[in-house]
């Protein structure tokens, strides 16, 4: 499995920006889909976003479409999660996941690789 590290959560007002970081080691840059989740207390996992290997294909989930943008730098072996105009419903748990087979999913049961998660709060 590769090690990924989640980064860049906080504190922010509604209405304000963060970019969460996502590092991967121990694999070839580009040879796997990555994804971003979220999971709010008392809630299930979901899909927020996800980019294909080469980055050159996303998808997002409604709630986040035009707000948030996913990206990646394989040179770097990270991928970024740009979130804009957040929200106070925003606030959750932030995860990346890995997958190495397969094209972009949102089912969080097609990535069996994931982070330990950053905490993001949006206050009203």
């Known amino acids: 499995q590769v090690p990924l590290v989640e980064s860049g959560g906080g504190l922010v007002q509604a209405g304000g920006s963060l970019r969460l970081s996502c590092a991967a080691s121990?694999?070839?840059?580009?040879?796997?889909?990555m994804a971003w989740f979220r999971q709010a207390p008392g809630k299930e996992r979901e899909f927020v976003a996800a980019i294909s290997r080469s980055g050159g294909i996303t998808n997002y989930a409604d709630s986040v479409k035009g707000r948030f943008t996913i990206s990646r730098d394989n040179a770097k072996e990270t991928v970024y999660l740009q979130m804009d105009k957040l929200e106070p419903e925003d606030t959750a748990d932030y995860y990346c996941?890995?997958?190495?087979?397969?094209?972009?999913?949102?089912?969080?049961?097609?990535?069996?690789?994931w982070g330990q998660g950053t905490q993001v709060t949006v206050s009203s």
């Open positions: 121990g694999r070839t840059p580009g040879t796997y889909t």
């Open positions: 996941a890995a997958r190495f087979f397969g094209r972009l999913s949102s089912s969080r049961y097609d990535y069996p690789t």
